[in-house]
Structures are given as C-alpha cells and as structure tokens.
C-alpha cells in the first residue's frame, strides 16, 4: 500500500493568483499522476508526473496552466496558474504501487473567487 | 467517442438489501476495469479490479462482474449497511498505461 499525503487541504485564492499544491508518498513510486474533480462530476486525468522529465499533459491541460514538478519518486507538486472561479475543483494526485492498485491521496479542495 | 456511464445519480436502499450498481462503457477495449469508493471530503479508495478474461470476481460482501460483450460491468453490495453510504466510481485504463478514466459515479444510500 501506499500513504498519500497533499498540502494544502483546502484553499481560498483571488482570480489571477497561482497556488502550489504539494503531493508526498511514504514510498518511492513509479508512476504518479494528477487529477481534477470538478463540483459535482467525476475525476479527470490532468498529467502524469514523469521523474526527471517534463509532465505528460491530457488533452485540454496545458504546461503554462498547470506546471508540475517531480523532483523524485516520492514528491510532486502542481501549480494551478492565474487562476479563475472555474479553476474551483479539488485536485487529487494518485500513484500506482502494483500493477492492480492505484492510490489517491486525499485531495486539496481549492475555491477560486 | 468514448463513454463510461454509471445507472441513476443516486440509489437509495434498505439495510439488509443488495445494492446492484451498472457501469457502461462504449468504444473502449479495456484490459480491466476497477471499482472506487468515494466518501464526501476524501480521494477515491480502491475496491476491486476485474480483468477482461475474469466474469466475476469477489471480496467480503462485494461482487463485480465484467461482460467484454455487453461492455457492462455490475457491482453488487449484498447485505447493505448504512456504512456503505458512498459514492461508487468505475474507472477504466483504455491504453493498458494506468491512465484512468472514470465514470461520473453513483452515490449508494443505505437506510438503516
């Protein structure tokens, strides 16, 4: 199994700011990623957070809205970027420990005003 | 274009009863197909993985099935309690890279 932790929890920001958001692992993985859940839908893969390399963007995510770091296995950040209301989402990061499970951390709840 | 779909936004049932809950999914091939809890606040929990040459498989009080015909998969909750309240979310890996794609859910309400 695999221990997620993310900072901050939650967040209340102005339009046009950017906010980091911290994703820890007690464990080195592999392959780690960041989603999006917006109110009331389902989750959207943004990236995945490739060690050493660039992020790997899904469709209709973009590096300049939502830079990602992976320093190493254990730890990633995202930044939303200029933000706006409709950036107001939580955002979830998960990693794969085995080829059957993926873990997700418990979220950071941004609102936007 | 490729679609998961999850039975009605919500479904209430009776303590004691079986929960049947329908995931749908079109132009996908899928290798396996996994099973989320969702509580309010909180990140998915995985529940089960079914792979496509599996019909059925189990754990505890929960059974999922997987027809690759019918592009159906059904996850049953039987002997219901109100500590299963959830929200129950399919999710799919259509490139076999651990990418995935999830249904919008299906929040289960267990009344005592």
């Known amino acids: 199994s695999a221990v997620i932790s993310q900072k901050p929890s939650r967040d209340i920001c102005q339009r046009g700011t950017s906010l980091t958001i911290q994703c820890q692992v007690d464990s080195q993985v592999t392959m780690m990623f960041w989603y999006r859940q917006q109110p009331g839908q389902s989750l959207t893969l943004i990236a995945t957070?490739?060690?050493?390399?660039?992020?790997?963007?899904e469709s209709g995510f973009v590096i300049d809205k939502f830079p990602i770091s992976r320093p190493n296995l254990t730890f990633s950040t995202l930044t939303v970027s200029n933000m706006s209301p409709e950036d107001s989402s939580i955002y979830l990061c998960?990693?794969?420990?085995?080829?059957?499970?993926?873990?997700f951390g418990p979220g950071t709840r941004l609102t936007v005003l | 274009s490729q679609k998961i779909e999850q039975n009605s936004e919500a479904l209430n049932i009776q303590e004691g009863k079986t929960a049947t809950l329908t995931c749908n999914y079109t132009?996908?091939?899928?290798?396996?197909l996994q099973w989320y809890r969702q509580d309010p606040g909180r990140g998915p929990v995985f529940l089960l993985l079914?792979?496509?040459?599996?019909k059925e498989k189990r754990k505890e009080r929960l059974k999922v099935t997987f027809d690759t015909t019918l592009k159906q998969s059904l996850f049953h909750i039987t002997a219901s309690q109100p500590a299963d309240s959830a929200t129950y979310l399919c999710a799919l890996d259509a490139a076999n890279d651990y990418k995935l794609s999830f249904g919008a859910g299906t929040t289960v309400t267990v009344r005592a």
């Open positions: 998960s990693v794969q420990v085995t080829t059957d499970t993926q873990y």
């Open positions: 957070a490739n060690q050493g390399s660039e992020a790997t963007y």
């Open positions: 132009n996908y091939s899928p290798a396996y």
């Open positions: 079914i792979r496509e040459n599996e």
